[in-house]
Antibody
Framework: QVQLQESGPGLVKLSETLSLTCTVSGYSISSGFYWDWIRQPPGKGLEWIGSVYHTGDTDYKPSLKSRVTISVDTSKNQFSLRLDSVTAADTAVYYC?????????WGQGTLVTVSS | EIVLTQSPGTLSLSPGERATLSCRASQSVRSNYLAWYQQKVGQAPRVLIYGASSRDTGIPDRFSGSGSGTDFTLTISRLEPEDFAVYYCQQYGSSPLTFGQGTKVEIK
């Protein structure tokens, strides 16, 4: 059974860097598929942030590309999100997900609040 | 970027009624790579439909998807109490991947 679990600070200061890790169990990242980050501001809709393939190839939403880095560590079966220079608009629940074609497995989500 | 517009924003229906949700794309979705997700409060979304019309494993047959190109529909034939939730369409045919803004199905 595939499971994903986000971890990282729930509070990040304005202009600093948000860092989250997604730990995957029940499936080896190195076996394939895309590994994605998606976020959802409180009370709002879903926004795709970007993805990493098991090879390390990445794809990002253009409007976030200058601030986002997604990386993979196959030895730990984890992938990570780094978002630089955060603002209040980056406050959201952050989900990690596996993407076969559609998103088929999701983490439970973690709320990250940006505050001054 | 493909913009997905869902309508209506809110659908107020009673259990047992039929729900019809629309998702319109700003340009054709490659190979009809469109999925529908259900999200309940405090939970992650779960996929219902992929490839515009294929039900995911374990999804009841009261859920059906149709459409192609730029116009897609999710139909719930008879609403059960557990179906009241927010529904999102999402296209995965081209990057960046995009979601619709959601349709809330609420109890009338």
């Amino acid at each position: 059974q595939v499971q994903l679990q986000e971890s990282g600070p729930g509070l990040v200061k304005l202009s600093e860097t948000l860092s989250l890790t997604c730990t995957v169990s029940g499936y080896s990242i190195s076996s394939g598929f895309y590994w994605d980050w998606i976020r959802q501001p409180p009370g709002k809709g879903l926004e795709w942030i970007g993805s990493v393939y098991h090879t390390g190839d990445t794809d990002y939403k253009p409007s976030l590309k200058s601030r986002v880095t997604i990386s993979v560590d196959t030895s730990k079966n984890q992938f990570s999100l780094r978002l630089d220079s955060v603002t209040a608009a980056d406050t959201a629940v952050y989900y990690c997900a596996r993407r076969r074609s559609n998103f088929d497995y999701w983490g439970q989500g973690t709320l990250v609040t940006v505050s001054s | 970027e493909i913009v997905l517009t869902q309508s209506p924003g809110t659908l107020s229906l009673s259990p047992g009624e039929r729900a019809t949700l629309s998702c319109r794309a700003s340009q054709s979705v490659r190979s009809n790579y469109l999925a529908w997700y259900q999200q309940k409060v405090g939970q992650a979304p779960r996929v219902l439909i992929y490839g515009a019309s294929s039900r995911d494993t374990g999804i009841p047959d009261r859920f059906s998807g149709s459409g192609s190109g730029t116009d897609f529909t999710l139909t719930i034939s008879r609403l059960e109490p557990e179906d009241f939730a927010v529904y999102y369409c999402q296209q995965y045919g081209s990057s960046p991947l995009t979601f619709g803004q959601g349709t809330k199905v609420e109890i009338k």
